[in-house]
């Protein structure tokens, strides 16, 4: 009976074998798209909507001289004859200006846009600045523990003593006194340096807790037993595992900072009247209010409202998508 290797032929053993396709990994976008994050964002109706309500203003804001239909701060353009029109469905109003006009005859919606430009880079500013000073102090103060963390922690408890809007108010007053006819990027810096500087003192206190409790795990023993510098392991290892809180405290701040703004340019030591902001604007409605001026407080105010609600909203669904203990 013949074999029936005989019927296929030799073996050819010159062949090389077979090539065997490589796995294709997917890319960090689809990976984010089939994540957790994603997951609940999609699945959480108030995360869709403060996310929606905070891009449109943030958009407008940033976008305002192109999105805007006039420029408020152009007095070429200004018409005295145009003041204190009512809202365009009100008997009086037009549909030139769609939210009324001021005393000054500036269109109110585009005022609202310029002024929540400023109010934003007053607060992002603000927040980037104390969440700098924050962290340094906390990584070092709770990596380096004893006397120096004892005496970060009494001056946190010495800012913690005072109102956080008393310090922007004695900081502010200080820096106008200084400087009375200091040029507007010096008086936005003093405005930046009084909120932050009551502001990093969370930031602080949430990044010493976190990195008390990394400087004991395993990968910093370790880290230690081959001689790197302390430094370096808290630039490299400790922050990024402490910047989870730090993530979610920093979008609730912004909003925080937003309002701090808006009280002290209210109180007249904010930015100054040539750069109005949502605060400076609802400070010069009041004045109008009881001449039946409505929209010159409601508008603002409700601008301010939206802006601050939708990012504590936002912050609020990111601190629990950001928890392992949730999910």
């Given at each position: 009976?013949?074999?029936?290797?005989d019927?296929?032929?030799?073996?050819r053993?010159?062949?090389?074998?077979?090539?065997?396709?490589?796995?294709?990994?997917?890319?960090?976008?689809?990976?984010?798209?089939?994540?957790?994050?994603?997951?609940?964002?999609r699945?959480?109706?108030v995360?869709?909507?403060?996310?929606?309500?905070?891009?449109?203003?943030?958009?407008?804001?940033v976008?305002?001289?192109?999105?805007?239909?006039?420029n408020?701060?152009?007095?070429?353009?200004?018409?005295?004859?145009d003041?204190?029109?009512p809202?365009?469905?009100?008997?009086g109003?037009?549909?030139?200006?769609?939210?009324?006009t001021?005393?000054?005859g500036?269109?109110v919606?585009?005022?609202?846009?310029?002024?929540?430009?400023i109010?934003?880079f007053?607060?992002?500013?603000?927040?980037?600045?104390?969440?700098?000073i924050?962290v340094?102090l906390?990584?070092?103060?709770?990596?380096?523990g004893g006397?120096?963390?004892?005496?970060?922690m009494r001056?946190?408890?010495v800012?913690?003593?005072?109102?956080?809007?008393?310090?922007?108010?004695l900081?502010?007053?200080?820096?106008?006194?200084?400087?009375?006819?200091?040029?507007?990027?010096?008086?936005?810096?003093?405005?930046?340096?009084?909120?932050?500087?009551?502001?990093?003192?969370?930031?602080?206190?949430?990044?010493?807790?976190?990195?008390?409790v990394?400087r004991h795990?395993?990968?910093?023993?370790?880290?230690?037993v081959i001689?790197?510098?302390?430094?370096r392991?808290m630039r490299?290892h400790?922050?990024?595992?402490?910047?989870?809180?730090?993530l979610?405290?920093?979008?609730?701040?912004?909003?925080t900072?937003?309002l701090?703004?808006?009280?002290l340019?209210?109180l007249?030591?904010?930015v100054?009247?040539?750069?109005?902001?949502?605060?400076t604007f609802i400070?010069?409605?009041?004045?109008q209010?009881?001449?039946?001026?409505?929209?010159?407080v409601?508008f603002?105010g409700?601008?301010?409202?939206?802006?601050a609600?939708?990012?504590?909203?936002?912050?609020?669904?990111?601190?629990?998508a950001?928890?392992?203990?949730l999910?």
């Amino acid at each position: 009976m013949p074999d029936a290797a005989d019927d296929i032929g030799p073996i050819r053993r010159d062949l090389p074998p077979p090539a065997i396709a490589p796995a294709i990994s997917p890319g960090w976008w689809a990976r984010f798209l089939d994540g957790d994050f994603w997951h609940s964002f999609r699945s959480s109706p108030v995360a869709i909507g403060s996310a929606a309500v905070a891009l449109i203003c943030i958009f407008c804001a940033v976008f305002a001289g192109w999105v805007a239909p006039h420029n408020p701060t152009d007095l070429a353009t200004l018409e005295l004859g145009d003041s204190m029109l009512p809202p365009a469905w009100m008997a009086g109003g037009t549909a030139k200006y769609l939210l009324g006009t001021d005393e000054q005859g500036r269109d109110v919606l585009s005022a609202l846009m310029y002024g929540a430009q400023i109010s934003l880079f007053v607060g992002a500013a603000s927040v980037l600045l104390s969440l700098l000073i924050g962290v340094t102090l906390g990584l070092v103060s709770g990596y380096a523990g004893g006397r120096l963390d004892a005496l970060i922690m009494r001056v946190c408890d010495v800012m913690l003593s005072f109102p956080s809007i008393l310090i922007a108010l004695l900081i502010a007053g200080v820096g106008h006194a200084l400087f009375p006819n200091a040029h507007d990027t010096l008086a936005f810096g003093v405005l930046i340096i009084a909120i932050a500087l009551p502001g990093w003192v969370q930031y602080a206190r949430a990044v010493r807790g976190s990195t008390m409790v990394e400087r004991h795990k395993e990968y910093v023993q370790a880290a230690r037993v081959i001689g790197v510098s302390p430094l370096r392991i808290m630039r490299k290892h400790v922050l990024p595992n402490v910047m989870g809180p730090v993530l979610v405290l920093s979008t609730i701040q912004v909003a925080t900072a937003i309002l701090a703004e808006a009280t002290l340019s209210f109180l007249g030591v904010g930015v100054s009247p040539t750069s109005p902001s949502l605060g400076t604007f609802i400070n010069e409605g009041q004045k109008q209010l009881f001449s039946g001026a409505w929209w010159l407080v409601i508008f603002p105010g409700s601008m301010l409202v939206m802006i601050a609600l939708s990012i504590n909203l936002f912050g609020d669904w990111l601190r629990d998508a950001l928890n392992p203990r949730l999910r």
